[in-house]
């Protein structure tokens, strides 16, 4: 007994020592480590995210009313783009597929010789993007969409096994779940609308409503809701993947202006991102 007791306690001297050691080489290369790379704040791209409803035509299942062709809501529109044109963007993103690229940008171009050119149906795109580029002299404009199909009605086409009940009564009021922004949003002017869009509540209630209450749809061994979410994220993950394909530098300053939804993944993506900085929409909205 007294020799186990021996050799056990040589073990745990053994096992001491080779801690102690192991903590001072390692107390070493800590130091040494924070001498070659030292902690150096990185200089992340700038970008102001900003969400709107479609002002022209859209195929969204929800549109709001807006008269884009009504010059009070044109000028509306111009004092919006005065505030964000703050922001002194030198790149503008915008919600049409790259392939677009080469005509978006000789319209762009045509519009900043002639801001008085006239568009027959404009959207948000020409109303808001264009103005703030013009009046912050923004060079380049590039689209960053990505069309993909998703079957938001899944829901009422199958035999909903998971939660068919919950799935109804969501969408007979989804705002009643979100007292904060459920509001008349026709008595809204443009900037009040805007910044409601743009509150963190209304983009979750986005994400929510157009892809996440959908897993509650699905057949008794099946994920149809879910999978038809899972391609909404998709869509967007693409779009955010465009914006990756740009040759950016740390100079630019990035304004990027999507449909909301689109605009609450962004604002994920880049909440999360090594690369970017998002600036607080808020701080020019105002």
């Known amino acids: 007994m007294k020799q186990k007791l021996i050799i056990l306690t040589g073990i745990l001297a053994l096992y001491s020592f080779n801690t102690a050691k192991k903590t001072t080489a390692q107390q070493k290369t800590e130091v040494t480590t924070s001498k070659t790379f030292p902690n150096q704040e990185i200089n992340k791209i700038q970008i102001l995210n900003l969400g709107t409803f479609h002002m022209g035509e859209t195929n969204d299942a929800h549109k709001t009313e807006f008269d884009e062709n009504d010059k009070k809501n044109q000028n509306a529109v111009?004092?919006?783009a005065e505030k964000l044109a703050l922001f002194k963007p030198t790149v503008i993103l915008v919600e049409t597929p790259p392939s677009f690229d080469q005509k978006l940008q000789a319209e762009y171009n045509e519009?900043?010789?002639n801001p008085k050119m006239i568009f027959k149906n404009p959207s948000e795109i020409e109303l808001l993007a264009y103005e703030v580029g013009r009046i912050s002299g923004t060079k380049k404009i590039f689209g960053i969409d990505h069309k993909m199909e998703?079957?938001?009605g899944i829901g009422s086409e199958i035999k909903n096994t998971i939660d068919s009940y919950w799935l109804t009564e969501f969408y007979k009021n989804p705002f009643k779940y979100y007292p904060e922004i459920n509001v008349d949003q026709d008595k809204l002017n443009?900037?009040?609308k805007l910044k409601l869009?743009?509150?963190n509540t209304y983009l979750n209630f986005l994400?929510?409503?157009?892809?996440?209450?959908?897993?509650?749809a699905g057949t008794e061994n099946g994920f149809e809701g879910a999978d038809e979410a899972t391609k909404y994220y998709q869509r967007n993950i693409r779009m955010y993947s465009n914006l990756n394909r740009?040759?950016?530098t740390e100079k630019d300053r990035v304004f990027i202006l999507l449909g909301a939804s689109h605009t609450a993944y962004f604002r994920d993506f880049i909440?999360?991102?090594p690369k970017y900085k998002m600036v607080n929409t808020f701080d020019y909205l105002k």
């Open 78 to 80: 111009k004092k919006i």
């Open 111 to 113: 519009y900043l010789n």
């Open 150 to 152: 998703y079957n938001f």
């Open 190 to 192: 443009l900037l009040d």
């Open 197 to 199: 869009t743009n509150s």
């Open 207 to 216: 994400i929510e409503a157009n892809a996440e209450m959908l897993s509650h």
């Open 246 to 248: 740009l040759q950016l």
């Open 271 to 273: 909440s999360r991102s």
